[in-house]
């Protein structure tokens, strides 16, 4: 009882300033998280929290029923693993997995869309550079980058087709050699049959686009003009555009 009141707290709100009520140790972090946006408040979080694997699963996050269960290939490439083994393989490897996992029939026959559709959602993720990554990462771990890219192959795993996707900057948070990859998933998404409108500042992913669409004549206040639209090719040419310009 004692324990939970230090941890939990007496309960009730602060009424005016200089009230006296007991909001415990996890209030305390609570109100902390509010403030996290600030360095200190962040580093003061980490010294007294972290994350620590379950004693019962491992860090599975399954019941240890669950982690009975194995897939296993006909062939001998495929070694028996669970859900838990599948995840904790990096990208690459699960792709090279699902490639040569063969189940034996009517198995095989009946689960062909399926392990279809997890072997393009592999190959979308390793064609824009996340083969290093393990699908147990947590997603607050990941970079602006790595996000944009994610977002990107689920559309592209989605197979749509006559859909207006809108982006707004995909560049940001990329490094500079990944922006090629990037592209080339845009044109995917393109060529299966959709429109793509891109709000964006870099030059790579200009000079790739079909159109350009160049408002202005400057920022803010003094935009809100259509200065030109055309092809890349056409915006180099022009005298009036100053993003043709540089």
């Not at 509010?34 to 599975?60: E, I, N, P, Q, W």
Request: proline share 4%.
């Amino acid at each position: 009882e004692t324990r939970n009141w230090v941890i939990q707290g007496a309960g009730g709100k602060h009424r005016r300033r200089g009230a006296s009520a007991w909001y415990g140790i996890a209030g305390f972090f609570r109100w902390l998280e509010t403030k996290a946006y600030r360095m200190h408040v962040r580093v003061l979080l980490s010294r007294y929290r972290s994350y620590t694997d379950c004693d019962a699963c491992g860090g599975a996050r399954l019941k240890p029923d669950s982690l009975l269960w194995r897939i296993r290939g006909t062939t001998g490439e495929c070694p028996p693993v669970n859900l838990f083994d599948l995840v904790s393989l990096s990208l690459a490897d699960c792709e090279e997995y699902f490639k040569r996992l063969r189940l034996p029939a009517p198995a095989n026959e009946a689960m062909q869309a399926l392990l279809e559709e997890i072997r393009n959602r592999l190959r979308y993720l390793n064609a824009v550079g996340l083969g290093y990554l393990t699908l147990d990462r947590q997603s607050r771990t990941l970079s602006g980058g790595e996000v944009q890219r994610i977002n990107l192959t689920t559309a592209l795993g989605t197979s749509l087709v006559n859909t207006l996707f809108v982006l707004d900057e995909p560049s940001i948070g990329l490094h500079a050699r990944d922006m090629q990859r990037v592209i080339d998933v845009l044109k995917r998404l393109r060529d299966a049959g959709n429109s793509l409108l891109v709000v964006e500042h870099d030059s790579q992913i200009m000079l790739a686009a079909d159109r350009v669409l160049d408002l202005g004549p400057g920022p803010g206040q003094r935009g809100g003009e259509i200065v030109f639209f055309g092809t890349p090719r056409q915006l180099l040419r022009t005298s009036r555009s100053l993003t043709g310009a540089y």
